[in-house]
């Protein structure tokens, strides 16, 4: 094919694209002018193929300009969101909410088996290093400004000191976490291999179970600070214990059923990993373990006890495609930009501290574990992400602590909307520079 | 019941229903209608043991909708098609022509049922008896089928009957776009008269399926290609049912424009063939839920009257095929009651019409489409089969070995490269 014929072809096919992404607007937007109550309760089907097709169609036209499919999920969903266009209810985006069971469980599942084992040891000097400056510099350094302006101008004085410091380190602990999701949103579209991509993947992954604990301790330590008649109590810490215990045990269990399923049958892999992610997320919940670490767990054990990883990577691969558009694009629909505007000026000010800490923080680490140059360089750049799993946090948090209120839950919803938008951006371009992505082969296509 | 449990219930039937697809061993076992799995759902449901509770069944009221939506556009896209083989315009247009017959007469004797033994009358009288002519006018493609895997079947009268199941589709889901238009007009804000909501009905379809044709390009990416059609296919029925149209008929059009406009319709076709019996099973699990057993003697009548008219249809139908058709008239007979055979396709409408109109009337019409396929159960394969065997088309017993597996159920590993 000549590069004229090739340019006419890609031409079109962006054209098809545009008027695509058009077309489906204008669907939407003359179904509800022609029916604006709809009949019975099934708007959420017209919403998840708007959201498949338009997240789709933006995250194409995305791509022109350099930018991740991601940003173009995210963006569908906040130009139909009920905060701009209302083309998707507040209502339906809460019922969409059940498709991040199933995201969630096919993050953690992928999260795992892309963790080889020797990877890992080869990596240790370098997560332990980087964990540690992370975890220090970062959750110090933010929750000192949180505690130093933005909380002050959030809640007064309605907490005094105490209360204030507590709801510093709560917020010094969600500084520190990270978005699985997007780092292997990233990494799957682009195909990354290489150095950067290795070290943001087992660093994301393995940040979260530290992030995990450090929750958990500092809550036990925050309570009595947060309410005087409150008294020291490890209660939490033992339940944690249980959890753990429980879910790396699940999840092994888990892990080896699907690597032998994968061996003798590894047929149908759609369905059994639709059944996985909604219906163990369900046990997981009554049995009150964590769906993240047991999920993590069993991705690990197929890639490290068996020879399955590639094939399940692949079927995640192959399913993602579909749900991880609607999870993004939902979570779109769901920034709450009324609220993003009220409380900007903070949440600009504390995602911007946690930005640059993070960076000298893994300029730090980075130097002292020896990374290589690429690493040093750009490993920063994945840490920037937050999304559902700081929010999943902060509902603990605030459920844990009723005296923070909605307005601690409202800042981080604020600033985790910036680092959802910006943190992607961030990562595609540094694996861009340090030349690790790869150009997507044409596939076969096949059930996924 | 918990609804996740259920769901996952739900995938274990999907799963089956793959293995139904994929395994070449077990493939012409089961029920060519899948009545069994609406007897199961009827078995589960709110009316006998109460595992499926009405609420359950609401809850799950989208799944069933996106299923038979699923349904409806793989139709769509094999439709004029037989495997490979295309079919002849004279057979598709005659089989149409055959069948807006046998939808007349059935409407005809459905309206008059219901006005002596329901006591229907004015716009009521006369839905309903579009709907029960819907649900009683097609033959299941998966009977020729069904009888071609099991048997071995092969020769002109089996092509000829497969020919008769696939295009006779178009009229029943072309009729549903009308039924439901008639009764979408007065509620949207924009007055049109109802044939041109019909018209707007397939047009939607068309325009997404032409849009999907377009998207698709001349490359395919094997996520991109799944996440495209299942958003068409929500966005077209979630639209529809926003609208109160048809979304069957949406999808239908979906899948037949783009079968017909897009260069990769063999690998499109082949690549939703295999999500045909796994989306199925549960849909009639679904479907045999939601029918209600609360029949009386005058639902008894009504329905007895439309079956006998079926019947009488179908006979009518095997009689004009013999005048044009050699293979037809080698049938013998029992060509009549080899037409007989319904299938997912009416049980679907049935379940589409009792979604969109739940009452008396929406239970009606899935009760008759339950009961034309299991009519069509018990003497249509049979039929079908000594039909065959009469037409020298059936090896005899004992030297017959199973087909190998036709084109269109080949398995995916055979999609190509485009």
Known sequence: ?448 | MNPVLLFVGLLVLAYLGSILVGGRAIRGYGLPSGAEYVLLGLLLGPHVLGVLTRDTLTAFQPLSLVAIGWLALVVGLDYGFVGDRRLRPRVVIGTIGVTLLSAAITAAAAWFAARRWLGLGGAELWQFAAAAAVVTCETTRHAARWVSERYGAAGPLTNLMADLGDADDLVPLVLLAALFAVVAAPNLSYPLPWPAWAAITLALGAVLGGACAALLGQTLRSGEVWALLLGAALLGMGLATRLRFSGMSVLFALGLVLALSSPHRAVLRRMLVTTERPVLLPALVLAGAHVQLEASLEWALVIGALLVTRLGCKALSAALLATVSPAARRGGPLMALSLMPAGALTLSMGLAFALAFPGKMGSLVLAIAVATALLGEIVGPGALRRALSRAGEIAPAGSAEIAPPPAETAPSSEVVAS
């Not at chain 1, 195909?191 to 500092?218: C, E, H, K, N, Y």
């Open chain 1, 1 to 448: 094919m000549s590069a004229a014929t090739a340019s006419a072809k890609g031409l079109a096919l962006r054209t098809a694209q545009v008027a695509g992404l058009l077309l489906v607007f204008a669907l939407m937007i003359v179904a509800i002018r022609l029916a604006p109550q709809p009949y019975g309760t099934p708007t959420t089907i017209a919403a998840v193929g708007f959201l498949l097709l338009g997240g789709l169609l933006t995250s194409a036209l995305c791509e022109i300009v350099g930018l991740p499919h991601l940003t173009g999920y995210l963006l569908a969903g906040v130009l139909a969101g009920p905060h701009v266009l209302q083309l998707i209810e507040h209502d339906t985006v809460e019922q969409l909410s059940l498709v991040n069971t199933l995201a969630l469980a096919l993050i953690a599942l992928a999260g795992g088996a892309e963790l080889h084992a020797g990877t890992l040891k080869r990596l240790l000097r370098s997560l332990a290093w980087n964990n540690w400056t992370q975890a220090g510099l970062v959750l110090l350094a933010t929750g000192a400004v949180f505690y130093t302006f933005s909380g002050p101008l959030v809640f007064g004085d309605a907490l005094g000191w105490r209360g204030l410091l507590a709801a510093s380190a709560l917020w010094g602990v969600l500084a520190i976490s990270r978005s699985p999701s997007a780092t292997l949103a990233i990494l799957s579209q682009t195909r990354a291999r290489g150095p950067l991509t290795t070290f943001s993947l087992a660093f994301v992954m393995s940040s979260d179970v530290i992030v995990i604990l450090t929750l958990a301790l500092t809550m036990v330590f925050a309570r009595p600070l947060m309410d005087p008649s409150a008294s020291l109590s490890f209660e939490e810490l033992g339940a944690l214990g249980h959890e753990i215990v429980g879910s790396v045990a699940l999840g092994t269990t888990i892990g080896l059923i699907l690597a032998a399923y994968l061996r003798l049958i590894g047929s149908q892999l759609l369905l059994v990993l639709i059944a996985l992610g909604f219906g163990v997320t369900e046990g997981l919940r009554y049995l009150h373990f964590d769906p993240l670490l047991t999920f993590l767990v069993a991705g690990f054990v197929v890639q490290n006890l068996s020879n399955q990883g590639e094939k399940l990577l692949h079927a995640i691969e192959e399913t993602g495609s579909v749900v991880f558009v609607v999870f993004f694009a939902t979570a779109g629909a769901h920034l709450d930009l009324p609220l993003l505007r009220a409380m900007w000026p903070a949440a600009l000010a504390l995602a911007a501290v946690r930005a640059v800490t993070t960076i000298i923080a893994h300029r730090v680490g980075s130097r002292l574990a020896r990374d290589e140059p690429v690493v040093q360089r750009w490993g920063w750049a994945s840490l920037v992400s937050q999304a559902g799993l700081t929010l999943g946090l902060s509902v603990v948090i605030e459920r844990s602590f009723p005296a923070l209120g909605t307005a601690f839950r409202s800042l981080v919803i604020a600033t985790v909307a910036l680092n959802e938008v910006l943190g992607p951006v961030l990562f595609k371009l540094a694996l861009d520079r340090s030349r690790e992505t790869q150009a997507r082969p044409s596939l076969l296509p096949g059930p996924p």
